[in-house]
T-cell receptor, first 114, second 113 residues
Framework: GAGVSQSPSNKVTEKGKDVELRCDPISGHTALYWYRQSLGQGLEFLIYFQGNSAPDKSGLPSDRFSAERTGGSVSTLTIQRTQQEDSAVYLC????????????FGPGTRLTVL | AQSVTQPDIHITVSEGASLELRCNYSYGATPYLFWYVQSPGQGLQLLLKYFSGDTLVQGIKGFEAEFKRSQSSFNLRKPSVHWSDAAEYFCAVVLNTGNQFYFGTGTSLTVIP
């Protein structure tokens, strides 16, 4: 079956611009996660959606970052007024129910802020 | 501070040799423990996970990991490495209170013929 998909695969933007990254989770998965992978930094948890509950935003690095999940499915991560330090690969994952389940990762969106 | 440590940034092994990748965590309670692999050009894939019970867990691709509470470790092992195992390996923990995910910085594995 289809896995987690993300778009775009690559995004180049200028400093100060806003960007939107999209994630389509596996159908039927109620949990969705966003991570950021920077060179030499490993994976950084950003935000977690579980069903219709309010998301856990504790990992968002600043108030320029926001995310929403519409209809319990597709999610959009928005970065406002991008900075060069936002350059990274943004990974989305989904799991059947919750954090204890296996997470299936998408291929990521590589964001470059010039 | 809570953390996950993978002390080996890069490891090189010969094909057919055994492998052990180290992972240590610092949390008050036993978290849920995972190992993921990221192959070049591929997404992250779960190798194995530990929640409770038998402290030696078997995963895919011939990998296993052992949870040692006294050492706060969850090391990944494979008895005989294949060239296709060359990849980046990440240890991860989830606090069983929920909503707290932490990944290590990863260990890059090179396999030489």
């Amino acid at each position: 079956g289809a896995g987690v998909s993300q778009s775009p695969s690559n995004k180049v933007t200028e400093k100060g611009k806003d960007v939107e990254l999209r994630c389509d989770p596996i159908s039927g998965h109620t949990a969705l996660y966003w991570y950021r992978q920077s060179l030499g930094q490993g994976l950084e948890f950003l935000i977690y959606f579980q069903g219709n509950s309010a998301p856990d935003k504790s990992g968002l690095p600043s108030d320029r970052f926001s995310a929403e999940r519409t209809g319990g499915s597709v999610s959009t991560l928005t970065i406002q007024r991008t900075q060069q330090e936002d350059s990274a690969v943004y990974l989305c994952a989904s799991s059947l129910e919750g954090f204890a389940d296996t997470q299936y990762f998408g291929p990521g969106t590589r964001l470059t802020v010039l | 501070a809570q953390s996950v440590t993978q002390p080996d940034i890069h490891i090189t092994v010969s094909e057919g040799a055994s492998l052990e990748l180290r992972c240590n965590y610092s949390y008050g309670a036993t978290p849920y423990l995972f190992w993921y692999v990221q192959s070049p050009g591929q997404g992250l894939q779960l190798l194995l996970k530990y929640f409770s019970g038998d402290t030696l867990v078997q995963g895919i691709k011939g990998f296993e990991a052992e949870f040692k509470r006294s050492q706060s470790s969850f090391n990944l092992r494979k008895p005989s490495v294949h060239w296709s195992d060359a990849a980046e390996y990440f240890c991860a923990v989830v606090l069983n209170t929920g909503n707290q995910f932490y990944f290590g910085t990863g260990t890059s594995l090179t396999v030489i013929p």
